[in-house]
C-alpha cells in the first residue's frame, strides 16, 4: 500500500507549503488583470520593448539625447497623424486621406506664412480649419450619405494629393525664395519646452485631451458604442450619423495640426510630403491593437504603434541597409505583431475562463456530529416535518421572509418583486412593489421603511407608500484592488444599527450571483461587510476578505453585530460600537453546514438558517486548491464538487456562541431547503431560495406577543 | 412595383455604363479622331492590363478580402524574370521561376489570411511591403526599372503582336475575362467564392472548405497578376519597380468598384470590371487627346468615382439596420 510506505509527515508538510503557497502567491490577480480592457496593449508593448532592445542593441547611439530629440520631434507630428487614424477607426470606419491632408496642411502653412505674410498666430487655426474641412467632407460623404470609408477616403487622397500637386506647380517656386522669419515660429520649429520638442509636446497635450474625451465623455462613449456596433448605437438612439461625420473631422484636423509642426521643421514642401503616410499611419494604429472595424481602440495604442513603427523606420534607416531591406523587415514586423494581437485576441476569453476561477486552501475545524444518537444540540430530529405551507407554487425563490408590526408578511422573489402576504391565514397576496433585480434580505428600519438588498443592484428602500429608492449601490474602491469593486454585485443581507447605520454583507465581489457556485469552488475570502451611514449619505467598506459573508444580525446588545460567513462555516461577532469597535471576534466555527441568514429569537438569543451540509468530499477538497482548480478547468460545471443543499436546518444559538437547538425536516417532503428565518408571535417563518413556498412552525415556548420589529424599534 | 423597377434600373453598374456612353458620344463628336479605330484600338489596350489586375482583383473582392499586394507582386515577380533572363537563364525556366514566386508569395498571403486570420486588408498590405523588400534587396539590386532582354523569342509577342489588326494584350485581356466569367459562373469554386462573399459563416457552416478555398482565390489572383506582369513588361520592354510606390493599386481598385462591385462581397461579376474598365479608359483616352494635366485626370476620374458611389448610395441607400459590421 502506498498510503503505508509514505513517512506520516509528508501530508502535512505538503500541505503547510500549499497553505503557504496560496495565502501569499495571488493567483486570482493573474485572472483579474487578463479580465482587464488595457491588458490589450500588453502584446504591443511587448513589441515596442523588443523594438527598442533590437535597435538599442544594432545601433549603439540611437538613443543618445541628440537623437532622442529628433525622434521625439518627429513622433510629434507622426503620432498625431497616427491618433488621427485612430479617432476614425474606432468609429468602424477608415481615413485614407490623411496622408494627402497632412501635406495640404504643410503647404497651406507654408503658404499663408511664406507668401501671404500672415502672422503665426492666425496661421495655426486657419491650417487646422482648412484641413478639417477636408474631414468634414469625409464626414458628410461616410456619416451622412453612408458612403463606403474605404473609398470615399481613397477619392479625397487622390483629390487632394492632386490638388496640393497643383498648388505646388503653381507656387513652389516663390514658396522657396521667400523665407518667414519669426521667434515664434523658430520656437515651434527647432525649440521645445525644457528641452522637450515643441510637436511632442503638442501631441502630449493631443494624447490626454484624447484620452480624457474617448474614455470619460459621452461623445467618447458614443463613438465607442458605434463602433462596436452601428446598428444598436443606431437603434438606441446614438446620433450615428452625427458622431461618424465629427469623427472624420477631428481627424482632418489633427492632420493639419500636424502637417504645420511638418512645416515648421522643415520649412519646404514637396510632392513626396506626406506620401504612403496613411499606410505607416494605418499601420501604426493596426499594431498598436486598435481593431480595423471599431469598437475597440484607444489613443494609448495608437501612440504605442506610432512609436513602433517610428523607431522601425527610423532604425532600418540608420541600419544602413540597402533599398530594400527596411520596407522587408517592416513587413515581417508587422506581418507577425499583427499575427500575435490577432491571436491574442481569440484566446483572450478562452484563457481568462481558464484562469479566473483561482480556488485557495481552506482548513475547516471537525464539524459537530449531526447523528440522532450523538446527544450533541445538531442531532437530527424531525421538528419541521410538520411545516404550515404558505403561498405554495406561488412565489419563487423567497430568500428572506420578514413580518411587520401588523402581521403581514413580506418576501421577494425572483422576478424582483417584493410579495406581501395579508394576516391571519396568509392564504391572499399581492405585490408590494417592484424593485427588479433579486430581492434578497430585507429589514425594517426605524420609521417602518422596508430596506431590501437586491442581489446585482444595491441597496433599496420601499418607503411605508411604496416608493421604491436606491440607497447604495457603490462603496469606496479598495486601494490596489484590480477590478473594480466599488460596484455592488452581490449584496445579500442587512441589519440595521440603532444610530441608523446599516450594516450588509456583499457575498463576492468577483462573481454575479448566478455564479456563486464558482465562488464556493474558490472559497476565497472575495466577500466584504459594507456600512451605509444615513447621516453622511456614504458608504464605505468596513470589512473586506470575509469568504462568502451571508446573514447580518444586529445583536442584543447594539453594540455589535453577527455575521455569517457561509463557506468558512462560521459565525462571527464585529464590534460596532463601544470600546471594542472594529474588532472581530469568531462566534461558532464548527459548524456543520453552510450558515445563512441570522435573525433575533424572542429570548434573547439568534436563529440561523443552515442552507445545506458540508460533506467529506468536498472538506477533503478544499485543502486542496489544485484539484479544484483541475476540476474547474476540466470538467462541465455540473459535475463539480458542490455544496451539498439538499437538506439543511434552523440553528439556535446564544451571545456567547452555544448552540441550543436545531429543527430538521429529514427528508425534505414539506419544506426543502431554509436560507432564512423569522420568529413573530410564537411562530417561526421560513424562506429558501430555491423553493416555491414558505413555511411557518410553531413555536410553543416561545413569547406568543413577541415581534421583532418592536423589539428593534418599540412601538410603531 | 414601378419604385422597384427604377431602383432595380438604376444600381451603380448602369449609372457608370450610361456615364460611359455619354463620355464617349462627347468625345465622339468633341475630338478629332476620336472614333478612328487605331484611336479606339489603342484606347482598349491602354487598359488591358489594368482589366486584368482588374479580374485578378475581383476573384478575391468577390470572396469579402482584398489584395493590395497586387502591384507589388507583379513588378517584383516579373522583374525578376526578366533578370534572370538576362543572366543567362532559358526564358521557359525564367519565367516558371517568375511564375512560381508570383503564386507562393500570394499562397503565403492566402495563408496568412485564411489560416492566421489576419485581416486580409492588413496581410496583403503587409505582404505588398515585403515583398517589394525583398525584391529590392536580394532579387532586384541595384536598378529599378529591369529592361526587356533581346531574346524573349515568341513571349514577346504577348505585348507587341497583332493578331487579325488586334494587339494581342486586349485578346489577352479578353481571354483572361471570359476565364474569368467562366470560372465564375459555372466552376464549383467560382460559386463558393460568391457564397463566402455573401455569408462566410453560412459558407462555412454549408460545408465549404472556406480556408483553402481563401488561399486558392489569393493564389489565382497572383497567377492573373503575373501574366499581367508579363504584358506590362512586354509592351513598354521594362519592368519599372517604382510602380510599386505610385497609385496603381487604387487604380486597381478603382476598375472594380467603379462597376459596382462590392467591396463587402458577394456582388458583382466580370461585366461590372468590364464596365469600369471602359470608362477608365474612355476617360483617359479623351483627356489625353484634350491634353488635360495628369494631376487634373487624376481629379477627374475621382470625382467620377464619387459621383458614381454617391448617386448608389442615394438611389441604393444602406440601411442602418442592414449594414454589416466592420464593413469598411
Redesign the interface.
Known amino acids: 500500500m502506498a498510503s503505508s510506505e509514505t513517512p506520516a509527515r509528508e501530508i502535512p508538510l505538503r500541505e503547510t507549503l500549499a497553505r503557504l503557497r496560496y495565502r501569499y502567491f495571488p493567483d486570482h490577480l493573474v485572472g483579474e488583470l487578463l479580465s482587464k480592457k488595457w491588458i490589450d496593449n500588453a502584446v504591443p508593448f511587448a513589441v515596442l520593448l523588443c523594438v527598442i532592445a533590437t535597435f538599442g542593441f544594432l545601433i549603439p547611439d540611437f538613443f543618445a539625447p541628440k537623437l532622442l530629440v529628433i525622434t521625439s520631434r518627429q513622433l510629434g507630428e507622426f503620432g498625431l497623424v497616427c491618433i488621427a487614424m485612430m479617432t476614425v477607426i474606432i468609429v468602424?470606419?477608415?481615413d485614407l486621406s490623411v496622408g494627402s491632408n497632412f501635406a495640404l496642411g504643410n503647404f497651406t502653412t507654408l503658404a499663408l506664412l511664406n507668401l501671404a505674410g500672415w502672422p503665426v498666430a492666425a496661421v495655426v487655426p486657419v491650417v487646422i480649419l482648412v484641413c478639417g474641412a477636408v474631414g468634414f467632407v469625409n464626414g458628410v460623404?461616410v456619416g451622412f450619405?453612408?458612403?463606403?470609408?474605404?473609398?470615399?477616403t481613397?477619392?479625397?487622397?487622390?483629390?487632394v494629393?492632386?490638388?496640393v500637386?497643383?498648388l505646388l506647380?503653381r507656387y513652389a517656386q516663390e514658396m522657396s525664395v521667400s523665407f518667414y522669419d519669426s521667434d515664434i515660429w523658430d520656437l515651434v520649429g527647432m525649440g521645445g519646452v525644457a528641452g522637450v520638442p515643441s510637436s511632442f509636446v503638442v501631441l502630449i497635450v493631443v494624447a490626454l485631451i484624447g484620452h480624457v474625451i474617448l474614455t470619460r465623455s459621452r461623445p467618447g462613449w458614443r463613438a465607442m458604442a458605434i463602433g462596436g456596433?452601428?446598428?444598436s448605437a443606431?437603434?438606441m438612439g446614438l446620433s450615428?450619423r452625427g458622431t461618424v461625420c465629427g469623427s472624420y473631422t477631428i481627424s482632418g484636423m489633427l492632420c493639419g495640426l500636424s502637417g504645420l509642426l511638418y512645416a515648421a521643421r522643415l520649412g519646404g514642401a514637396g510632392t513626396d510630403t506626406g506620401?504612403?503616410l496613411e499606410?505607416a499611419a494605418?499601420?501604426a494604429a493596426?499594431l498598436g491593437g486598435n481593431s480595423?472595424?471599431?469598437g475597440r481602440g484607444s489613443v494609448v495604442k495608437a501612440l504605442i504603434g506610432s512609436v513602433i513603427v517610428l523607431l522601425m523606420t527610423n532604425g532600418v534607416i540608420r541600419l544602413g541597409?540597402?533599398?530594400?531591406?527596411?520596407?522587408?523587415?517592416?513587413?515581417?514586423t508587422?506581418?507577425f505583431a499583427?499575427?500575435v494581437d490577432?491571436?491574442w485576441l481569440?484566446n483572450r476569453d478562452k484563457l481568462l475562463s481558464k484562469v479566473y476561477v483561482s480556488p485557495t486552501y481552506v482548513k475547516l475545524p471537525q464539524p459537530a456530529s449531526t447523528d440522532p444518537d450523538s446527544g450533541t444540540p445538531f442531532a437530527l430530529n424531525n421538528r419541521l416535518r410538520n411545516v404550515e405551507i404558505i403561498g405554495l407554487g406561488e412565489v419563487e425563490s423567497p430568500e428572506d421572509v420578514i413580518l411587520d408590526d401588523e402581521d403581514y408578511l413580506f418576501c421577494g422573489n425572483r422576478h424582483g418583486d417584493v410579495l406581501r402576504f395579508f394576516p391571519p391565514d396568509y392564504k391572499t397576496w399581492e405585490v408590494y412593489a417592484h424593485i427588479g433585480g433579486s430581492p434578497l434580505g430585507m429589514a425594517f428600519d426605524r420609521d417602518r421603511n422596508l430596506l431590501v438588498c437586491v442581489g446585482g443592484m444595491g441597496l433599496y428602500k420601499i418607503a411605508r407608500d411604496r416608493t421604491v429608492s436606491k440607497v447604495t449601490d457603490e462603496t469606496n474602491r479598495s486601494p490596489f484592488s484590480v477590478i473594480d469593486d466599488s460596484r455592488l454585485r452581490l449584496a445579500d443581507d442587512l441589519d440595521i444599527a440603532p444610530d441608523g447605520r446599516v450594516f450588509f454583507s456583499e457575498a463576492t465581489i468577483r462573481y454575479e450571483m448566478h455564479d456563486w457556485p464558482v465562488d464556493a469552488l474558490e472559497s476565497r475570502g472575495n466577500g466584504r461587510i459594507i456600512c451605509y451611514d444615513p447621516r453622511t449619505g456614504r458608504t464605505h467598506t468596513a470589512l473586506r476578505n470575509l469568504i462568502f459573508p451571508n446573514g447580518i444580525c444586529l445583536a442584543n446588545d447594539g453594540q455589535s453585530i453577527l455575521f455569517a460567513e457561509s463557506w468558512a462555516c462560521r459565525i462571527s461577532r464585529y464590534w460596532i460600537d463601544g470600546p471594542k469597535a472594529g474588532k472581530v471576534e469568531r462566534l461558532i466555527e464548527d459548524l456543520p453546514g453552510y450558515p445563512d441568514n441570522i435573525n433575533r429569537a424572542s429570548d434573547g438569543t439568534y436563529w440561523v438558517a443552515l442552507l445545506g451540509m458540508r460533506s467529506p468530499a468536498l472538506d477533503v477538497a478544499l485543502r486542496m486548491p489544485g484539484f479544484r482548480r483541475r476540476m474547474a478547468r476540466r470538467i462541465a460545471p455540473d459535475q463539480w464538487l458542490y455544496p451539498n443543499l439538499n437538506t439543511g436546518c434552523v440553528v439556535r444559538f446564544d451571545d456567547t456562541g452555544r448552540v441550543i437547538e436545531s429543527l430538521w425536516d429529514l427528508g425534505g417532503l414539506n419544506h426543502p431547503m431554509i436560507t432564512s428565518m423569522r420568529e413573530h408571535r410564537g411562530w417561526l417563518y421560513l424562506g429558501g431560495i430555491s423553493n416555491n413556498r414558505i413555511g411557518r412552525v410553531r413555536l410553543e415556548n416561545a413569547d406568543q406577543n413577541w415581534s421583532a420589529a418592536t423589539a428593534y424599534w418599540g412601538k410603531a | 412595383m414601378a419604385l422597384s423597377l427604377s431602383k432595380r434600373a438604376f444600381n451603380q453598374e448602369r449609372i457608370v455604363f450610361l456615364i460611359t456612353i455619354v463620355l464617349f458620344a462627347v468625345f465622339a463628336v468633341e475630338l478629332n479622331n476620336f472614333l478612328a479605330p487605331a484611336n479606339l484600338l489603342a484606347l482598349v489596350r491602354s487598359v488591358a492590363v489594368l482589366g486584368m489586375l482588374g479580374m485578378a482583383m475581383l476573384v478575391v473582392v468577390l470572396g469579402r478580402g482584398i489584395d493590395l499586394a497586387i502591384v507589388a507582386n507583379m513588378a517584383i515577380s516579373v522583374g525578376w524574370a526578366l533578370q534572370l533572363i538576362a543572366g543567362g537563364m532559358p526564358v521557359w525556366l525564367a519565367l516558371c521561376v517568375g511564375l512560381g514566386f508570383a503564386l507562393g508569395m500570394s499562397l503565403i498571403g492566402g495563408i496568412?489570411i485564411a489560416y492566421?486570420?489576419?485581416?486580409s486588408?492588413?496581410?496583403t498590405?503587409?505582404?505588398?511591403?515585403?515583398?517589394?523588400?525583398?525584391?529590392?534587396?536580394?532579387l532586384i539590386?541595384g536598378t529599378d526599372v529591369v529592361y526587356l532582354p533581346k531574346d524573349m523569342g515568341l513571349v514577346a509577342q504577348l505585348g507587341q503582336g497583332v493578331v487579325a489588326g488586334i494587339p494581342m494584350p486586349i485578346i489577352v485581356a479578353a481571354a483572361t475575362a471570359l476565364a474569368a466569367y467562366l470560372f465564375l459562373k459555372y466552376t464549383k469554386p467560382g460559386r463558393f467564392i460568391f457564397a463566402m462573399g455573401d455569408n462566410f459563416n453560412a459558407a462555412r457552416i454549408g460545408g465549404i472548405g472556406v480556408r483553402p478555398m481563401l488561399v486558392f482565390q489569393y493564389v489565382l489572383s497572383g497567377g492573373a497578376t503575373f501574366l499581367a506582369g508579363l504584358i506590362t513588361a512586354t509592351s513598354v520592354g521594362a519592368m519599372n519597380t517604382r510602380i510599386v510606390?505610385s497609385?496603381m493599386i487604387?487604380d486597381v481598385?478603382?476598375v472594380v468598384?467603379l462597376g459596382g462591385v462590392g467591396?463587402s462581397g458577394g456582388r458583382g461579376g466580370v461585366r461590372n470590371v468590364i464596365v469600369g474598365t471602359l470608362l477608365i479608359g474612355v476617360l483617359m483616352n479623351g483627356m489625353t487627346i484634350m491634353d488635360v494635366?495628369y494631376?487634373?485626370q487624376?481629379?477627374i476620374?475621382?470625382?467620377i468615382?464619387?459621383f458614381a458611389?454617391?448617386s448608389d448610395?442615394?438611389i441604393n441607400?444602406?440601411d442602418?439596420?442592414t449594414?454589416q459590421?466592420?464593413?469598411?
Not at chain 1, 321 to 332: E, K, Q, T, Y
Not at chain 2, 116 to 119: D, G, K, L, N, T
Open positions: 468602424g470606419g477608415i460623404l450619405f453612408r458612403l463606403r470609408a474605404f473609398l470615399t481613397l477619392v479625397t487622397l487622390i483629390i494629393r492632386a490638388v500637386d497643383m506647380l456596433s452601428r446598428r443606431h437603434n450615428v506620401m504612403g499606410i494605418l499601420t493596426v480595423l472595424g471599431g541597409l540597402n533599398s530594400g531591406s527596411g520596407p522587408m523587415v517592416l513587413g515581417l508587422l506581418l499583427v499575427f490577432v491571436r481569440k | 496568412l492566421a486570420e489576419i485581416p486588408l492588413f496581410a498590405l503587409a505582404m505588398a511591403t515585403f515583398i517589394y523588400g525583398f525584391g529590392r534587396a536580394h539590386t510606390n497609385n487604387y481598385i478603382l468598384v467591396l494635366q494631376t487634373v487624376n481629379v476620374k475621382s470625382l468615382l464619387l458611389i454617391v448610395s442615394i441607400p444602406r442602418e439596420q449594414g459590421q466592420g464593413d469598411i
